[in-house]
């Protein structure tokens, strides 16, 4: 269903990105990675896409918070690859801290990143959907995005935010047969949470364990296979924030 299609991965080069990248490429997606600064890395995920599983794969350095960049990169993908089928919206930093002492800065960085960046490219690659008359749209939030979390306005206002982005744009796209849902994943074993190992939350995650990258991977695929879903927000957090 998937063999064939291109899919752009925000973020690809690494944690829950790459684990998306190497599960789409397993199911025959060629993949157009986004990375921020990290070239080698970027280019090994493409190589194990291309080795292990025969698709093209390409990397691009683009910083997703600006939008002229995002422009060029979009255009630059198409170019490559003919078209883009599938978005995942996954590139996401934290800058924490209590809202009351936060600086101005970890606030527009975290918003601009993880909430302009998902707007950037969705805005940057509908008008390939709407010609095409297909396009499904994944946008990597978090559950603190629909629980809140101290510590963490800007993250999880960022991620609300995404959810009424994914939400909004379903409701636009949906009769043009461009879907658009979010995943929101708990604690999931990357980089990002390496600092979290003895966070007490995670003694009251209902399933007893972290996530690991392909447990958010395996609800990617299927939200990109899954033709009557969209506006959905997925939770994958092990039961956390039922
Ligand atoms: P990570 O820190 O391992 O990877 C983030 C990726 O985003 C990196 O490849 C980084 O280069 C890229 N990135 C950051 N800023 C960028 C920019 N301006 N332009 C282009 N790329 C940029 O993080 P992880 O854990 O893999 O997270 C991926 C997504 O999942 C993020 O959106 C994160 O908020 C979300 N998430 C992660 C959770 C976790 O427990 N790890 C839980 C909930 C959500």
Same mark, same amino acid.
């Given at each position: 269903?998937? !063999?064939?299609?291109?899919?752009?991965?925000?973020?690809?080069?690494?944690?829950?990105?790459?684990?998306?990248?190497?599960?789409?490429?397993?199911?025959?997606?060629?993949?157009?990675?986004?990375?921020?600064?990290? !070239?080698?890395?970027?280019?090994?995920?493409?190589?194990?896409?291309?080795?292990?599983?025969?698709?093209?794969?390409?990397?691009?350095?683009?910083?997703?918070?600006?939008?002229?960049?995002?422009?060029?990169?979009?255009?630059?993908?198409?170019?490559?690859?003919?078209?883009?089928?599938?978005?995942?919206?996954?590139?996401?930093?934290?800058?924490?801290?209590?809202?009351?002492?936060?600086?101005?800065?970890?606030?527009?960085?975290?918003?601009?990143?993880?909430?302009?960046?998902?707007?950037?490219?969705?805005?940057?690659?509908?008008?390939?959907?709407?010609?095409?008359?297909?396009?499904?749209?994944?946008?990597?939030?978090?559950?603190?995005?629909?629980?809140?979390?101290?510590?963490?306005?800007?993250?999880?206002?960022? !991620?609300?935010?995404?959810?009424?982005?994914?939400?909004?744009?379903?409701?636009?796209?949906?009769?043009?047969?461009?879907?658009?849902?979010?995943?929101?994943?708990?604690?999931?074993?990357?980089?990002?949470?390496?600092?979290?190992?003895?966070?007490?939350?995670?003694?009251?995650?209902?399933?007893?364990?972290?996530?690991?990258?392909?447990?958010?991977? !395996?609800?990617?695929?299927?939200?990109?296979?899954?033709?009557?879903?969209?506006?959905?927000?997925?939770?994958?957090?092990?039961?956390?924030?039922?």
């Amino acid at each position: 269903m998937l !063999k064939g299609k291109t899919a752009i991965i925000t973020g690809g080069s690494r944690g829950i990105g790459e684990a998306i990248a190497c599960e789409f490429a397993s199911l025959g997606v060629n993949i157009a990675v986004i990375y921020a600064g990290n !070239k080698q890395d970027a280019e090994k995920v493409c190589q194990k896409c291309e080795k292990n599983y025969g698709v093209k794969a390409k990397a691009y350095q683009c910083d997703v918070s600006i939008f002229e960049t995002v422009k060029e990169t979009v255009a630059n993908i198409r170019d490559e690859f003919g078209t883009i089928h599938i978005l995942v919206n996954n590139a996401g930093i934290t800058s924490d801290g209590l809202c009351a002492m936060m600086k101005e800065d970890a606030f527009d960085k975290v918003i601009s990143t993880n909430l302009k960046g998902a707007f950037n490219f969705i805005r940057h690659c509908t008008g390939m959907f709407l010609k095409n008359r297909e396009g499904c749209i994944i946008n990597i939030a978090s559950v603190v995005g629909l629980t809140g979390n101290a510590g963490q306005s800007n993250y999880a206002a960022s !991620k609300a935010g995404l959810i009424g982005l994914t939400k909004s744009v379903a409701k636009e796209l949906a009769s043009r047969g461009i879907r658009c849902n979010a995943i929101a994943p708990g604690f999931i074993r990357t980089d990002m949470t390496e600092s979290q190992a003895d966070n007490p939350l995670l003694a009251a995650i209902p399933l007893g364990r972290m996530g690991e990258t392909a447990d958010v991977a !395996k609800a990617a695929a299927y939200l990109a296979t899954a033709q009557y879903v969209t506006g959905e927000v997925l939770r994958v957090d092990g039961g956390i924030a039922m």
